[in-house]
């Protein structure tokens, strides 16, 4: 085949960061969709949202998107919780979650978007940090910092959150809401309250995924949808509800899709998260580490 | 032959052993009662042996057959029904329509010609002037109270025509007189030659109901036997009858 | 109503519209009212397995551009009468909606939801790859000018789309008072329960999914031709999808006349806005109208003439 070794080696270390910031983009599904049982396939936009949040502060005071994505997660927290509030009053409560609660999503997916496209036209849209545009070499490796950088924040948002969920108490109760709501209610604590909870940190992860994901790729407002098919693969590659299986669900379709791109081409690319998440279901629905 | 044979079935969610090699053998006619404490596994075998939940090891014999490969409307076709704990009515069709929706797909699958038109009808008013609920034949299933919910639960179950009926909890929390209601409804059928098995805590009305009694403790049968026998037997007082 | 009698009414008022339009003879009529019953057959198509069944196709524009891009294909390799290529696209149409349903309706309602939303742009991803079919750039159709049955060929398309409306309608209130209608209601209802009295729903979720897929490439065939230069990111435009699901929800789930008033209503408005405001801001005021619909009036128009404002039932 003619394979040059310094190309594996390099599609693979372009694998495995482009994972790395993947992860960041799933966990909060992982917490939604995995933990809570809820269809939020409006995440991308939520995502998108924080992207196009980054670019406005950053082109008008320079800040670091990153750091501005930090800033900006107790926002995006408020917001999840409100949005499932509504979720909750309006669905959840009756048990009519799927026909309906899946099309209210739909919708805020869909009225973001053109929001977006209404606000800010369909240019694509980029910001400016140190990290974009050097590369870190050592050898034949690559190591493009806009990749490297996102990877590495994306797998200390992960370890927080995994931490946060195995030793704090709502972090346990989030846990177990999932399972038994008596039990939980019987430890005084409210299943809505913390289902309101895990949701708004569920939200609050996209503004960081929002400005990973702008310091990696230019963004305009169509973007999102190409993410909904990765997102829900990832998440049932790497087993729903475990949030390590999300890092290695990541890291998997991160280094399939960096060699689908390096040898066949990168138009290719958002067909191969579908073909890998109807190849999970078909197989192995439950994942590869699933409960 | 038993009609109903379960030999060494047991189900597990993840690490939790829900049933444990799990035998049980129904005779055609028979009047089984099935009881043991909340999350002994006695839903579970249900689900199980309707095809709902697939067990991991273990075999279901249905009137000879092995049904362990089909799915649920396939074993409800070859004559086994079953009632839910908590009712699950069609909401949106109405109480006759719920009857009709087993008469369409079950009973017409299997017999020809086809019940249709006049006598379809017909049988679902039967089946509903049987549970006592004639009048809201025209009624959605939210209009019903709590003991008009449970009769169209097993109305429902009655009208795929079953040889075998599984009826899970359908007396929790009836009044005494309606939990004997539907004790001698059930009676009455199994006179009619349907082969019942009826899950419950009411003592009262499974030691009526019963010609055999079968305890589920943790995911393991301890015991089955005669229920004045069983009841008396000290392993199943401590487990389950001393609570 | 017997269903033949059905079908003989609407051809019937399918005949009174034709000539109506004709009598106004004024183009814009038909370009514009193409689109309405565009809409109508999409949002009928969707509901039969979204309002019937309750599964949600999110990617209706997947299957309706697969219609539309098999047309392009016949046309650039042997060009055939467009009733044919309404077939066709049913045919291509109706094997996928059955391939993705095979592959995901065993699992829960959510991932057949998603796997369609994915679907959708992964096909557009292999019809941007496939220069056949004019990848990106385009294909472009030369439309004749005259049909050999009404004139200018609008007229012509016009017609056609007008079959496809009665046909899907019929369709759509045959099932819905036949044993496959009580069938899929049980589904929606309660899965576990249909099973349990019988239903085979595996069987069942599978007709309404290629049936429904089937109708709505019937409905992509003519575009091409309708509008003569196809792009992928018009034929798999996301206003297919909104449209599809918000004509049916704010129109009523329930019955065939949902989609029909959901699709008139919402159809026309957006001809009035797109001309009058902007297409974005009229697909914004969709959106705003699916969300504001499917929390306050889930039971769509049909469910407030029929019952009034939705009571909640305590849970």
Not at chain 2, 231 to 242: F, H, I, K, M, N
Not at chain 3, 143 to 160: A, E, K, V
Request: one cysteine or more.
């Amino acid at each position: 085949m003619g394979l040059s070794l310094d190309l594996l080696i390099n599609a693979v270390i372009a694998g495995i960061l482009l994972g790395g910031f993947y992860t960041a983009v799933t966990i909060g599904v992982s917490i939604s969709f995995g933990i809570l049982d809820i269809v939020n396939i409006a995440h991308p936009a939520f995502i998108i949202l924080g992207s196009y949040i980054a670019y406005i502060v950053n082109q008008s005071f320079g800040i670091d998107p990153i750091v501005i994505s930090l800033l900006m997660m107790p926002a995006f927290y408020v917001l999840g919780a409100g949005v499932y509030q509504i979720y909750y009053e309006a669905f959840e409560r009756h048990g009519q979650e799927s026909l309906r609660g899946l099309s209210f999503f739909f919708g805020l997916l869909f009225v973001t978007e053109v929001i977006l496209i209404l606000v800010f036209g369909v240019d694509y849209r980029y910001v400016e940090a140190w990290y974009i545009g050097p590369s870190w070499h050592l050898g034949v490796m690559d190591f493009p910092l806009r990749m490297l950088v996102p990877c590495v924040v994306a797998l200390a948002l992960f370890a927080a959150l995994e931490l946060f969920l195995s030793r704090t108490f709502i972090g346990r109760a989030i846990c177990a809401v999932a399972q038994d709501q008596l039990a939980l209610r019987l430890m005084a604590a409210s299943p809505t309250r913390i289902k309101r909870i895990a949701f708004g940190i569920s939200i609050a992860t996209t503004a960081v995924a929002g400005a990973l994901l702008i310091v990696i790729q230019p963004v305009e407002p169509s973007v999102g949808r190409d993410y909904i098919g990765r997102v829900f693969a990832i998440c049932v590659l790497g087993g729903l509800g475990s949030l390590p299986g999300t890092v290695i669900g990541a890291m998997l379709l991160g280094i399939i899709e960096s060699f689908t791109s390096t040898f066949y081409g990168p138009s290719w690319a958002p067909a191969v998260a579908f073909g890998v998440l109807l190849l999970t279901l078909a197989v192995r629905p439950a994942g590869l580490m699933g409960r | 032959m038993p009609l109903l044979q379960v030999t060494g079935l047991s189900k597990r969610f993840g690490g939790f052993v829900a049933l444990d090699g799990i035998d049980l053998a129904v005779a055609a006619g028979e009047r089984v009662g099935l009881i043991g404490p909340n999350g002994s596994g006695k839903s579970t075998l249900v689900n199980c042996i309707c095809g709902t939940l697939v067990n991991e090891t273990g075999t279901v014999r249905f009137a000879g057959e092995v049904v362990d490969g089909l799915v649920t409307h396939e074993r409800t076709r070859r004559g086994m029904a079953r009632s839910f704990q908590l009712p699950r009515p069609f909401g949106t069709l109405t109480v006759a329509d719920n009857l009709r929706v087993p008469l369409l797909y079950t009973v017409n699958a299997r017999r020809r010609p086809a019940l249709r038109g006049a006598e379809l009808e017909a049988r679902c008013i039967e089946l509903l002037m049987l549970v006592g609920l004639a009048e809201k034949a025209a009624n959605l299933p939210r209009d019903l109270t709590q003991v008009e919910m449970r009769k169209l639960e097993l109305a429902r179950a009655m009208a795929a025509e079953p040889k075998l009926l599984m009826a899970d909890e359908a007396m929790a929390g009836l009044s005494q007189s309606e939990v004997d209601d539907i004790v001698t409804l059930l009676i009455r059928l199994n006179e009619r030659g349907i082969t019942i098995v009826l899950i419950e805590h009411i003592m009262r009305a499974v030691m009526r109901f019963s010609q055999r009694l079968v305890v589920l403790v943790s995911g393991k049968k301890i015991a089955d036997g005669q229920p004045e026998t069983v009841v008396r037997d000290p392993v199943v007082e401590r487990a389950y009858l001393g609570q | 109503m017997q269903n033949g009698i059905f079908l003989l009414v609407s051809l019937v008022v399918a005949a009174l519209v034709f000539f109506a339009a004709r009598a106004l003879n004024n183009d814009y009529i038909f370009f514009a009212g193409y689109t309405v019953l565009q809409f109508i057959v999409l949002a009928t198509a969707w509901n039969i397995l979204g309002g019937y069944t309750g599964y949600v196709n999110f990617g209706s524009a997947a299957f309706f551009a697969m219609g539309a891009y098999a047309s392009v294909f016949f046309h650039k390799l042997y060009p055939l009468p467009i009733p044919v290529l309404i077939v066709i696209g049913g045919i291509v149409s109706g094997v996928v909606g059955l391939g993705t349903g095979y592959l995901t309706l065993r699992l829960r309602g959510a991932f057949f939801a998603i796997a369609t939303l994915a679907l959708a742009v992964v096909l557009q991803t292999f019809v941007v790859n496939w220069d056949y079919v004019g990848g990106s750039r385009g294909a472009y159709i030369i439309r004749p000018n005259q049909s050999p049955l009404t004139g200018p060929y609008i007229h012509y398309l016009f017609l056609l789309m007008l079959v496809l409306v009665v046909l899907a309608l019929a369709c759509a209130r045959s099932i819905e008072r036949s044993q496959l209608g009580y069938g899929f209601a049980t589904i929606r209802d309660d899965e576990l329960a249909a099973e349990a009295s019988g239903v085979p729903t595996l069987r069942l979720k599978l007709i309404a999914t290629t049936l429904s897929g089937a109708l709505m490439g019937m409905a992509g065939a003519p575009f091409p031709y309708y509008i003569g230069y196809l792009q992928p990111s018009s034929a798999f435009g996301l206003e297919y999808a909104v449209n599809s699901i918000a004509m049916p929800m704010i129109g009523g789930t329930t019955s065939w006349v949902g989609p029909l008033i959901g699709a008139v209503l919402l159809g026309s408005l957006q001809q009035i806005a797109t001309v009058t405001i902007s297409s974005a801001v009229n697909l914004l005021i969709v959106g705003l109208l699916l969300v504001g619909f499917v929390i306050i009036a889930p039971s769509g128009i049909v469910g407030l003439v029929q019952h009034g404002w939705p009571r909640r039932s305590a849970k």
